[in-house]
């Protein structure tokens, strides 16, 4: 479910024409990491996709976007601490988003934007995604364009199959090639996040994740039973994410950085996405805050925080415009 209110309903976005003169007010957006939890391949579709099954938590690792709406008809975008992964033209998922709908809507609004990354790139964290889904939200409340949430994630979808996700409030099941969407309650969970400085494109570890299927297919109910139940240890155990085989082959660093908590007691290590950010679920924060300063000891070069999953009571646990 989307934060943001509607007030004017459309039945067919492709046909609209924005009414309105923008709110010029400026916003600015946090945008959610996420984490993997259970990720899934059944196989490829026929339009060419993976069919998937993940279940997936924002966390407190927030990039932020500050959209000011113009009148004129031209999007001035710009990133800060993105670095060399980060493009900053029309190739960058936000403008393409911001693009898309603009030309889905033929408005003739623009923007200035601007984006803060905090998130990690090519990480397996969701930040391109979420930062999509963030320029999508405000700029339809900004541009007063009136998309349901429903129309705003069809958009979405073609821009990044985990886009989604990031329209909840906290943790969901995906299915399909990931627009199936069901909310899910957890408990709060507790993260210690390494991400190091090499990164693998999304892409090319899709590409070779079937090659590596060892053909069975892992039921997502062997995580949600232990969660029932309260058992976070089981529950750890039974974390599992089919996209680690595909980058075990494709990156050397991969194991190395996998060692890395066999120095502490996490109750469980996993790669998150196509990675290459890996994450040890903690007990509680202390047992996080622990696992943090030992690991920023042995992880040089390495980037290490801890983290917490978001849930739907939370009110920063999806984009969510500040005043």
């Known amino acids: 479910m989307c934060i943001l209110p509607h007030k004017h309903r459309i039945s067919n976005c492709r046909d609209h024409r924005s009414r309105f003169r923008p709110n010029t007010e400026p916003h600015t957006i946090l945008a959610p990491a996420k984490l993997n939890l259970f990720f899934e391949i059944h196989g490829k579709r026929p339009d060419g996709f993976h069919e998937i099954t993940s279940l997936a938590c924002p966390i407190d690792c927030y990039d932020t ?59 397996g964290l969701g930040g391109g995604s979420s930062d999509a889904v963030a320029a999508l939200i405000v700029a339809n409340r900004s541009w007063k364009l009136g998309l349901t949430p429903e129309e705003l994630c069809r958009l979405a979808v073609t821009i990044g199959s985990d886009c989604p996700i990031f329209f909840q409030q906290g943790a969901s099941i995906s299915r399909g090639r990931g627009e ?82 066999e120095q502490v007691d996490c ?23 622990r696992v943090t300063e030992k690991l920023n000891h042995v992880a040089s070069k390495r980037l290490v925080f801890r983290a917490r999953s978001l849930d739907h009571g939370n009110h920063r646990s999806s984009c969510k415009i500040d005043r």
């Open 65 to 123: 976007l500050t959209f000011e709406p113009t009148e004129d008809d031209v999007l001035d975008f710009d990133c800060s601490d993105g670095g060399t992964d980060v493009p900053t033209d029309e190739t960058n998922i936000v403008v393409r988003a911001l693009n898309l709908l603009k030309q889905e809507t033929k408005t003739k609004c623009g923007a200035i934007v601007r984006l803060t990354k905090r998130i990690p790139s090519q990480a």
């Open 180 to 261: 199936l969407i069901e909310p899910i309650e957890l408990p709060s969970l507790h993260f210690v996040i390494i991400k190091p400085s090499e990164g693998l494109p999304t892409s090319a570890v899709y590409a070779e994740c079937l090659k590596h299927h060892d053909g069975t297919v892992r039921q997502l109910e062997s995580v949600l039973k232990p969660l029932k139940s309260g058992d976070l240890g089981e529950f750890g155990r039974q974390l599992f994410n089919r996209l680690e085989s595909s980058a075990a082959a494709l990156w050397n660093g991969y194991e190395t950085t996998k060692r890395l908590f």
């Open 267 to 289: 109750l469980a290590v996993q790669m998150s996405g196509s990675g290459t950010a890996f994450f040890g679920l903690c007990r509680d924060d202390r047992h996080a805050e």
